[in-house]
């Protein structure tokens, strides 16, 4: 051939098609850092302040009280916190691997066709689409002393009635892990069964020709082949439990004293209480941090498994 | 191994009829292709035998033992999937292993049992890769592999040669009949592929809208068709199917007095009872011989279009409204837009009725070898 | 005119080269299949010849006029997709005239146009219905249709009849041969499937990992493959490929010797099935036992062993049995020599 090619027009070609690309999506980018990076600065900027709405300055001059770091020293130096924190984790490593269980559970029920699935599915689900302050009002009144809970429990055991549910130290934590289990199992479940669902159905049916009864399946195929959903479903619940607010401010409101006050909840008080907001900005970025370090090392895991067995 | 009988077996699935009343009884040690069209109700039956389906009515027996009502792990069948089904989250020799593993085989027979079928399936030096990576022609192996090892009563086969492309099909289809003799198994396969169910089973049963068409050899099958659909669906391209007329010592093609297509003997003394009456003719493509032009006996023709493919010209062939083809070796001179004289020999003739299309000579019953 | 060269195109994704160097001319009103097996290119071509793809390098000429670099609507090529990319919400009217709406066409063109093409497609009696309520071969014609309404400079299909069941694809390419020759239309079609590429195509072009390998009508192509390559990939059953060593002319296989002038060397021999002839033992040029005989209906196939195993076709009603020793006699036209290296062909 003779002819000899022109690579600069395609490489001209290509970038102007990058350039055209990159205009496309710049008002989309605008908007993002106007949502997400301007309040994280703002956060920033006033934690390194003694700035409080008190101070009768607006947020912008915080600077007049600049401290550097005294903020994020006082994380290590406060037991409030270290006991919210310390409760949260707590509850976070009670309520999710209960939530976990029961999702499996169901989610294994669901796929054999053990449980009628036309019935059962909406019911299940109905706890998710619930406020949760809405299901923390359902509970309170479950667990009240005179409440349907004791009601019910009086039929079997006669004391029954007397059995003071939110009031105690540890039966109010008890309580707030049942709703929270209540509430959070099927988005558990949900997630589960898609995995399941997903898992060729035509291994399942290899492995039951091959005589595998039902455990042997769950437990040898479908858990396997689903590591990676479970990752994702398990890091999902960690992080939003970690979180959790609005159902114990309505059950408990932290109480009684303490014993139920998670991180959220004792920031909450921290700001509208004790109106310490810059120390609750420090508090919020440390949160952030640790939480991102942790969502990160999850996602890296659930990558993995996927290649791994592909792979090894 | 073992043989197996379906009685009177039906399936529905509401109101749809998937399976209806189906008689089969293959023999032990037989290699039997369950053929038809998609939505002809064969996968379903194979799912029957397998378990996989419940029976909405009639039995299913492997020898004398009434299974029915056995659950799929307790059947002892063997089943490779159209996609293989490898457990693609582990080794080769897990995967073989399975089986062994869930019926709670000691472990030192397991290792013995694995490295053999391993060794056999010629598999041995890929026995700890991991399965996904293998290639198409190691999976089916690995698949048959993976339901062999267990002693199956008998394999079932859905359709595991239809995601291979031309060339390699035919070089899996031998590999799969030296398996089905070396293993010497009760084998049922389920296809689409007239030719695939040819040139590997003992006996084929046609399937068609739920219903058992024929159940015979591939030689019976594709000579004496016990209907048009049979006739139709079996070759490439299938047998032609003409509107005609008998009379007085032959056929009228395509019911015109012009045409005259000459009888057998027999063929014609079956007929006789039947007076004069409207039927359908068939005859094979391959059957028919291309001549001059007015040649004693020949159907006069139009060339409409001419087909080379590979070593066969396959010839569309217009005479009046009657369209058909015809097929002959690529170096025989025949050009569209020619005018031909078709003979059709009286013994390559096949007579079906015009209401129930059903095969009108010789009761197949009757028919052996 | 509506020719279509390609010159030079090579097209790389990364390492990976996807087409190298490949020229070809299709000619105006002409029917070519693009032929190949799966990734060796023959997607990318059409994709490179649509300009959905950019090439590294060479040029693509419509119509004397350079396109390489030219947007897809530009060129004025018209596509029938495998998928067929029908919409749903629209009857088969719609789906058609879509194209002519879309550029403007007043009612009365579009209505002389869908006349005549529901004649030659024979889907006049179900313009009304939407997709969903179509048959495979309906839908198909209706893809054919929508392709066809543009007054393209050529008409591309990939594998357009694949997802059809066998009678049909049958039938349908059949159809698609009439169509090209009664419009007169340039068509270019691509597929996997060698008998498809074979009976509907005037042209036929094989690919081999991104080369063109042969050109040229598919009775040459089949009659005199210029690689071992392309001799495997037409033709069923496939081509018999033995160990040969040429000498005296002649050809020394394990099951005997086939005169032929030939150089002395090592040489490939490939044997069409069905130009070996059974013969009586001691009669013709090779001699083997049968070790397997496949009864297919209207033709059997028989393989017959000595050392290396041949496969051969007989007629349908074979009277050998397994284990019988036959001689075979071989059509030297059936016949073809490649070098057993390069894999090019010899004489």
Redesign the interface.
């Given at each position: 051939?003779s002819?000899t090619?022109h690579?600069g027009?395609?490489d001209a070609?290509?970038a102007q098609r990058r350039t055209l690309a990159r205009r496309l999506i710049l008002p989309t980018q605008i908007l993002l850092v106007f949502i997400v990076a301007f309040p994280l600065l703002m956060q920033v900027y006033i934690s390194l302040t003694w700035w409080t709405p008190l101070d009768g300055t607006l947020w912008y001059s915080a600077y007049e009280s600049w401290n550097w770091f005294d903020n994020f020293a006082e994380i290590f130096r406060d037991p409030g916190l270290h006991g919210a924190v310390w409760r949260t984790i707590l509850f976070v490593s009670i309520a999710v691997p209960i939530e976990f269980g029961l999702g499996l559970l169901l989610a294994a029920l669901f796929y054999e066709g053990v449980l009628a699935r036309p019935v059962f599915y909406s019911l299940i689900l109905m706890p998710m689409m619930i406020v949760p302050a809405v299901a923390g009002y359902i509970f309170f009144l479950i667990f009240q002393q005179t409440g349907p809970l004791n009601a019910l429990v009086g039929i079997v055991w006669d004391g029954a009635y007397q059995i003071n549910w939110l009031n105690d130290v540890n039966r109010a934590f008890i309580a707030v892990i049942v709703a929270d289990v209540w509430q959070w199992t099927p988005l558990m479940f949900l997630i589960l069964f898609a995995g399941l669902m997903s898992v060729?159905h035509?291994?399942m049916?290899?492995?039951?020709?091959?005589?595998?009864?039902w455990r042997?399946r769950f437990f040898?195929?479908a858990l396997?082949?689903i590591k990676a959903v479970i990752f994702i479903a398990i890091g999902l619940r960690v992080i939003e439990c970690f979180k959790i607010f609005d159902m114990l401010f309505v059950m408990t409101s932290g109480g009684p004293g303490v014993a139920t006050e998670s991180l959220s909840l004792y920031l909450y008080k921290q700001t509208f209480q004790s109106l310490e907001w810059s120390y609750v900005a420090a508090i919020g970025i440390t949160v952030l941090v640790v939480l991102s370090v942790i969502a990160a090392i999850i996602l890296t895991r659930t990558s993995r498994p996927s290649n791994t067995?592909?792979?090894? | 191994m073992s043989s197996v009988t379906l009685e009177q077996t039906s399936k529905k699935f509401g109101d749809f009829t998937a399976v209806r009343e189906m008689d089969l009884a293959i023999r032990n040690g037989e290699f039997v292709a369950i053929l038809g069209p998609s939505g002809c109700g064969k996968t379903t039956t194979m799912n029957m035998i397998a378990g996989l389906e419940d029976v909405t009515s009639g039995t299913i027996r492997f020898d004398d033992r009434d299974v029915t009502e056995v659950s799929t792990q307790k059947r002892g069948v063997g089943f490779v999937f159209q996609s293989y089904a490898i457990f693609t989250h582990m080794t080769v020799r897990q995967n073989l292993a399975f089986g062994l593993e869930v019926q709670g085989v000691e472990q030192a027979e397991i290792d013995r049992r694995v490295g053999d079928m391993a060794e056999f399936m010629a598999l041995g030096h890929r026995i700890d890769v991991p399965s996904a990576g293998l290639s198409v022609n190691e999976m089916q192996k690995l698949a048959i592999g993976r339901s062999a090892i267990v002693e199956p009563s008998i394999f079932l086969l859905d359709e595991p040669l239809s995601n291979l492309d031309a060339a390699f099909r035919e070089k899996m289809r031998a590999e799969l009949r030296g398996l089905q003799r070396a293993l010497k198994q009760t084998m049922v396969y389920v296809t689409h592929d007239q030719i695939e169910a040819m040139g590997l089973a003992d006996r084929i049963a046609v399937m068609n809208h739920a219903v058992l068409q024929q159940f015979d050899t591939p030689v019976n099958i594709y000579a004496r068709p016990a209907n048009v659909f049979v006739a139709r669906f079996m070759g490439a391209p299938g047998m032609n199917i003409v509107n005609s007329r008998v009379t007085e010592g032959g056929v009228l093609f395509g019911g015109r007095d012009a045409d005259f297509v000459a009888l057998s003997r027999e063929d014609m003394a079956t007929l006789r009872h039947h007076g004069e009456r409207d039927l359908l003719l068939g005859f094979r493509p391959e059957e028919l011989r291309l001549g001059e032009v007015g040649a004693p006996g020949s159907i006069a023709a139009d060339v409409a279009l001419v087909e080379t493919v590979g070593r066969r010209k396959i010839v569309h062939l217009v005479s009046g409204t009657t369209a058909f083809h015809g097929v002959c070796d690529r170096g025989v001179p025949v050009r569209a837009g020619e005018a031909v004289g078709v003979t059709i020999s009286p013994d390559k003739v096949h007579l079906f009725d015009t209401e129930t299309e059903a095969r009108l000579q010789w009761p197949v019953e009757a028919t052996h070898g | 005119m509506a020719e279509i060269r390609l010159e030079g195109v090579t097209k790389r994704y990364g390492d990976l080269v996807a087409l190298d160097d490949v020229s070809l001319v299709i000619e105006d009103g002409s029917f070519t299949s693009i032929f190949g097996p799966p990734s060796s290119g023959k997607s990318v071509l059409l994709r490179v010849l649509l300009g959905l793809e950019s090439v590294d390098a060479g040029r693509v000429i419509v119509d004397g006029r350079d396109v390489t670099h030219a947007t897809p609507n530009a060129r004025n090529l018209s596509m029938v997709f495998q998928n067929l990319a029908l919409f749903p919400h629209l009857d088969a009217r719609d789906n058609i005239a879509f194209p002519m709406i879309r550029r403007g066409a007043t009612q009365e063109d579009i209505d002389r146009w869908l006349e005549q093409l529901s004649g030659v497609l024979s889907i006049g009696h179900i313009l009304h219905k939407r997709p969903a309520a179509l048959s495979g071969g309906e839908r198909q014609r209706v893809a054919i249709g929508r392709a066809l309404i543009r007054d393209a400079s050529a008409y591309m299909m990939d594998e357009p009849i694949a997802a059809l069941d066998a009678r049909l694809r049958d039938a349908m390419r059949v159809e698609l041969k009439r169509l090209q020759t009664e419009l007169g239309r340039t068509f270019i079609y691509v597929t996997h499937d060698c008998e498809e590429a074979m009976s509907v195509a005037d042209n036929m072009a094989i690919l081999e990992n991104g080369r063109i390998v042969q050109q040229g009508r598919p009775d040459e192509v089949y009659t005199r493959p210029e690689t071992l390559y392309v001799a495997r990939l037409v033709g069923s059953p496939g081509i018999n490929v033995l160990a040969g060593h040429a000498s005296d002319n002649g050809v020394d296989i394990a099951m005997g010797r086939i005169a032929v002038p030939v150089d002395a060397g090592a040489v490939c021999v490939a044997l069409r099935p069905e130009a070996l002839g059974l013969a009586r033992p001691g009669e013709g040029e090779l001699r083997g036992t049968i070790t397997d005989i496949e009864r297919l209906g209207g033709f059997s196939v028989l393989t017959v062993s000595g050392g290396e195993e041949l496969r051969a076709i007989s007629n349908a009603d074979v009277a050998h049995r397994i284990g019988d020793e036959v001689g075979l006699t071989v059509d030297p036209s059936g016949m073809h020599l490649f070098d057993p290296q390069a894999g090019t062909r010899i004489g």
């Amino acid at each position: 051939m003779s002819y000899t090619p022109h690579t600069g027009t395609a490489d001209a070609l290509a970038a102007q098609r990058r350039t055209l690309a990159r205009r496309l999506i710049l008002p989309t980018q605008i908007l993002l850092v106007f949502i997400v990076a301007f309040p994280l600065l703002m956060q920033v900027y006033i934690s390194l302040t003694w700035w409080t709405p008190l101070d009768g300055t607006l947020w912008y001059s915080a600077y007049e009280s600049w401290n550097w770091f005294d903020n994020f020293a006082e994380i290590f130096r406060d037991p409030g916190l270290h006991g919210a924190v310390w409760r949260t984790i707590l509850f976070v490593s009670i309520a999710v691997p209960i939530e976990f269980g029961l999702g499996l559970l169901l989610a294994a029920l669901f796929y054999e066709g053990v449980l009628a699935r036309p019935v059962f599915y909406s019911l299940i689900l109905m706890p998710m689409m619930i406020v949760p302050a809405v299901a923390g009002y359902i509970f309170f009144l479950i667990f009240q002393q005179t409440g349907p809970l004791n009601a019910l429990v009086g039929i079997v055991w006669d004391g029954a009635y007397q059995i003071n549910w939110l009031n105690d130290v540890n039966r109010a934590f008890i309580a707030v892990i049942v709703a929270d289990v209540w509430q959070w199992t099927p988005l558990m479940f949900l997630i589960l069964f898609a995995g399941l669902m997903s898992v060729p159905h035509d291994q399942m049916r290899a492995a039951t020709i091959l005589g595998a009864n039902w455990r042997q399946r769950f437990f040898r195929i479908a858990l396997p082949r689903i590591k990676a959903v479970i990752f994702i479903a398990i890091g999902l619940r960690v992080i939003e439990c970690f979180k959790i607010f609005d159902m114990l401010f309505v059950m408990t409101s932290g109480g009684p004293g303490v014993a139920t006050e998670s991180l959220s909840l004792y920031l909450y008080k921290q700001t509208f209480q004790s109106l310490e907001w810059s120390y609750v900005a420090a508090i919020g970025i440390t949160v952030l941090v640790v939480l991102s370090v942790i969502a990160a090392i999850i996602l890296t895991r659930t990558s993995r498994p996927s290649n791994t067995s592909e792979a090894s | 191994m073992s043989s197996v009988t379906l009685e009177q077996t039906s399936k529905k699935f509401g109101d749809f009829t998937a399976v209806r009343e189906m008689d089969l009884a293959i023999r032990n040690g037989e290699f039997v292709a369950i053929l038809g069209p998609s939505g002809c109700g064969k996968t379903t039956t194979m799912n029957m035998i397998a378990g996989l389906e419940d029976v909405t009515s009639g039995t299913i027996r492997f020898d004398d033992r009434d299974v029915t009502e056995v659950s799929t792990q307790k059947r002892g069948v063997g089943f490779v999937f159209q996609s293989y089904a490898i457990f693609t989250h582990m080794t080769v020799r897990q995967n073989l292993a399975f089986g062994l593993e869930v019926q709670g085989v000691e472990q030192a027979e397991i290792d013995r049992r694995v490295g053999d079928m391993a060794e056999f399936m010629a598999l041995g030096h890929r026995i700890d890769v991991p399965s996904a990576g293998l290639s198409v022609n190691e999976m089916q192996k690995l698949a048959i592999g993976r339901s062999a090892i267990v002693e199956p009563s008998i394999f079932l086969l859905d359709e595991p040669l239809s995601n291979l492309d031309a060339a390699f099909r035919e070089k899996m289809r031998a590999e799969l009949r030296g398996l089905q003799r070396a293993l010497k198994q009760t084998m049922v396969y389920v296809t689409h592929d007239q030719i695939e169910a040819m040139g590997l089973a003992d006996r084929i049963a046609v399937m068609n809208h739920a219903v058992l068409q024929q159940f015979d050899t591939p030689v019976n099958i594709y000579a004496r068709p016990a209907n048009v659909f049979v006739a139709r669906f079996m070759g490439a391209p299938g047998m032609n199917i003409v509107n005609s007329r008998v009379t007085e010592g032959g056929v009228l093609f395509g019911g015109r007095d012009a045409d005259f297509v000459a009888l057998s003997r027999e063929d014609m003394a079956t007929l006789r009872h039947h007076g004069e009456r409207d039927l359908l003719l068939g005859f094979r493509p391959e059957e028919l011989r291309l001549g001059e032009v007015g040649a004693p006996g020949s159907i006069a023709a139009d060339v409409a279009l001419v087909e080379t493919v590979g070593r066969r010209k396959i010839v569309h062939l217009v005479s009046g409204t009657t369209a058909f083809h015809g097929v002959c070796d690529r170096g025989v001179p025949v050009r569209a837009g020619e005018a031909v004289g078709v003979t059709i020999s009286p013994d390559k003739v096949h007579l079906f009725d015009t209401e129930t299309e059903a095969r009108l000579q010789w009761p197949v019953e009757a028919t052996h070898g | 005119m509506a020719e279509i060269r390609l010159e030079g195109v090579t097209k790389r994704y990364g390492d990976l080269v996807a087409l190298d160097d490949v020229s070809l001319v299709i000619e105006d009103g002409s029917f070519t299949s693009i032929f190949g097996p799966p990734s060796s290119g023959k997607s990318v071509l059409l994709r490179v010849l649509l300009g959905l793809e950019s090439v590294d390098a060479g040029r693509v000429i419509v119509d004397g006029r350079d396109v390489t670099h030219a947007t897809p609507n530009a060129r004025n090529l018209s596509m029938v997709f495998q998928n067929l990319a029908l919409f749903p919400h629209l009857d088969a009217r719609d789906n058609i005239a879509f194209p002519m709406i879309r550029r403007g066409a007043t009612q009365e063109d579009i209505d002389r146009w869908l006349e005549q093409l529901s004649g030659v497609l024979s889907i006049g009696h179900i313009l009304h219905k939407r997709p969903a309520a179509l048959s495979g071969g309906e839908r198909q014609r209706v893809a054919i249709g929508r392709a066809l309404i543009r007054d393209a400079s050529a008409y591309m299909m990939d594998e357009p009849i694949a997802a059809l069941d066998a009678r049909l694809r049958d039938a349908m390419r059949v159809e698609l041969k009439r169509l090209q020759t009664e419009l007169g239309r340039t068509f270019i079609y691509v597929t996997h499937d060698c008998e498809e590429a074979m009976s509907v195509a005037d042209n036929m072009a094989i690919l081999e990992n991104g080369r063109i390998v042969q050109q040229g009508r598919p009775d040459e192509v089949y009659t005199r493959p210029e690689t071992l390559y392309v001799a495997r990939l037409v033709g069923s059953p496939g081509i018999n490929v033995l160990a040969g060593h040429a000498s005296d002319n002649g050809v020394d296989i394990a099951m005997g010797r086939i005169a032929v002038p030939v150089d002395a060397g090592a040489v490939c021999v490939a044997l069409r099935p069905e130009a070996l002839g059974l013969a009586r033992p001691g009669e013709g040029e090779l001699r083997g036992t049968i070790t397997d005989i496949e009864r297919l209906g209207g033709f059997s196939v028989l393989t017959v062993s000595g050392g290396e195993e041949l496969r051969a076709i007989s007629n349908a009603d074979v009277a050998h049995r397994i284990g019988d020793e036959v001689g075979l006699t071989v059509d030297p036209s059936g016949m073809h020599l490649f070098d057993p290296q390069a894999g090019t062909r010899i004489g």
